[in-house]
């Protein structure tokens, strides 16, 4: 079995004081900003092992990014993928999840066969869903989203998806896509050994010409998405819990509208 996880190397929302944009691109500006694995992207790192661990085959970890994501991958080898892929060039800069998932169906196509692709659910920088079912569009196999277990059989997928009710049981022939939800595993801490060896792994780098894809079709030319304004929501004092019997709660209740002067 060969699974490939697409990752992407995001901000640390923990160290944001506040997010600007580019005024040229209307991107986010990451200058400065410490980086880290999408935390649903590790979930699907973690999933992706351990299906390799219990069925057998290759985990490769793909991303699209600036030079400074091949960190990302690093730590996708510290986790025990197998191998790591580098979307690295200027044409990709300030694509929107369209021509991103256009980009990475092509680096798919070209690692070749697989039986299953795996993406977090979600990055936290966007939360827009859109990358995973996009790719599965571009590669026309079927997709189960937000999806928190998977038992494989017979070349058969079945994955437990979270829906609005609760969950459902979805079943699926390979090759498949499925973007992973919270709550599927706790992924696991890279020990120093496997960092020193991820360092020591090759991570090639493809280009677009690499890819032989439409340029118009990538970057900022190939994004219809802009985006307008970033701002972080208005925070919102607590409500206050009342105590006592509905009488005594009542009364409370009508003395602090009249000191807010709303009776």
């Known amino acids: 079995m060969q699974i490939i996880v697409c990752i992407k190397q995001v901000p640390d929302i923990r160290a944001v004081q506040k997010i600007e944009l580019d005024p040229n691109t209307s991107t986010i500006v990451r200058e400065g900003i410490p980086s880290i694995v999408n935390p649903l992207d590790e979930c699907a790192v973690e999933e992706a092992v351990r299906l390799i661990e219990k069925h057998g085959g290759k985990v490769v970890a793909l991303t699209m990014g600036p030079p400074q994501a091949k960190d990302a991958l690093i730590k996708c080898l510290a986790m025990d993928t197998d191998e790591a892929i580098h979307l690295c060039d200027k044409a990709f800069a300030g694509s929107d999840t369209l021509a991103t998932s256009y980009a990475i169906s092509a680096a798919i196509r070209k690692v070749g066969k697989f039986d299953l692709i795996l993406c977090g659910k979600h990055s936290i920088d966007g939360e827009t869903a859109q990358l995973g079912p996009s790719i599965a569009e571009y590669l026309s196999i079927p997709q189960i989203t937000c999806v928190n277990r998977i038992e494989i059989k017979d070349r058969k997928i079945l994955a437990r998806q979270e829906v609005e009710a609760g969950f459902q049981l979805v079943e699926s022939e390979l090759p498949a896509l499925l973007t992973i939800s919270s709550g599927i595993n706790e992924p696991r801490i890279p020990t120093f050994i496997s960092i020193a060896d991820a360092f020591e792994k090759d991570i090639p780098t493809w280009s677009a010409q690499d890819l032989?894809?439409?340029?118009?079709?990538?970057?900022?030319?190939?994004?219809?998405t802009k985006v307008d304004r970033v701002w972080a929501p208005e925070h919102k004092p607590r409500g206050q819990i009342m105590d006592g019997n509905p009488a005594e709660v009542a009364s409370k209740l009508v003395n602090l509208l009249k000191q807010d002067k709303v009776l």
């Open 212 to 224: 032989e894809v439409n340029i118009q079709q990538l970057g900022l030319e190939g994004s219809p």
